[in-house]
């Protein structure tokens, strides 16, 4: 019940800005989401968000891939950028293992590496690396699996349905660049998965995979316009938050380019660093 009270006092900053949330008890839980009623684990209740959603990344980011090159984007994969060349205020060129590449304007959004790029024209970034954990199941059962996405606040494992198969994520570690993992690091996934819909998939099977997530120590990403250089633009640092601010801050940083003023204020999504 600690848990669930907790949830709902982090739930205010989403109530005070028009997001509906719904406490539910254990009835109204296995209402919403029948697989929750197989259970093993005495639950204590739900935060439910009518308005929220998920989705496949994976399959969002294959689809607009094909779409952008329907339209003639081009995409250079295997590339490695090694600095950028720049001329007083702007900057000229990017030099890569294959050559220079040239531009009218360069947006930075190379996660955990956007620091080592941005510092060889003199801008340090605040972003570091997490490792994150995550797993995918495949479903034997999807009437016992969940139809929602969600996060179990006791033990902060998240999951999220996407099709036929289950994806599930767990806490951070500070690592530096390893992204290297071993089987207990998912100890929490699998137990959580076990207790909550114990017949939806092979708990003791399912994919394994380890990642960095860009991380800023204030929280927020960084977006928009550094002060050193007028054409390179900063769309990094989103943490485990990636994809879900992706169309969103994708959406700041063209009105910036284009001299716009974007939908949200930007002040929290300044360039900026926290070297003295």
């Given at each position: ?275 003295k």
């Amino acid at each position: 019940m600690a848990e669930l009270e907790l949830g709902m006092g982090k739930m205010k900053l989403l109530t005070d800005n028009g997001q509906k949330l719904e406490q539910l008890d254990m009835k109204g839980l296995a209402a919403v989401d029948p697989a929750f009623g197989n259970a093993t684990v005495q639950l204590a209740g739900a935060i439910h968000a009518p308005n929220d959603g998920s989705g496949n990344s994976e399959l969002f980011t294959r689809k607009l891939t094909e779409l952008l090159i329907s339209k003639g984007v081009e995409f250079k994969l295997g590339v490695t950028a090694k600095s950028f060349v720049a001329d007083g205020d702007r900057i000229t060129g990017l030099q890569t293992d294959q050559g220079l590449l040239t531009a009218d304007n360069y947006v930075l959004a190379m996660g955990v590496w956007s620091p080592k790029l941005s510092r060889t024209v003199g801008q340090d970034l605040p972003v570091y690396p997490a490792k994150g954990f995550s797993m995918t199941f495949d479903l034997k059962d999807k009437s016992k699996a969940p139809e929602l996405g969600g996060v179990d606040e006791k033990t902060l494992v998240a999951w999220s349905p996407m099709g036929d198969q289950l994806r599930m994520s767990s806490t951070a570690q500070f690592s530096g660049f390893d992204a290297s993992h071993k089987p207990e690091d998912f100890a929490a996934i699998r137990s959580t998965a076990k207790e909550l819909w114990p017949d939806a998939a092979d708990w003791d099977g399912g994919s394994m995979t380890a990642g960095l997530r860009p991380m800023t120590p204030d929280g927020p990403p960084i977006i928009g316009k550094g002060k050193k250089h007028k054409n390179l633009f900063y769309n990094t640092g989103h943490g485990h938050m990636g994809w879900t601010m992706a169309s969103g801050s994708s959406a700041a940083i063209v009105d910036i380019i284009a001299g716009r003023t974007p939908e949200i204020a930007m002040d929290p999504f300044v360039v900026r660093t926290y070297r003295k």
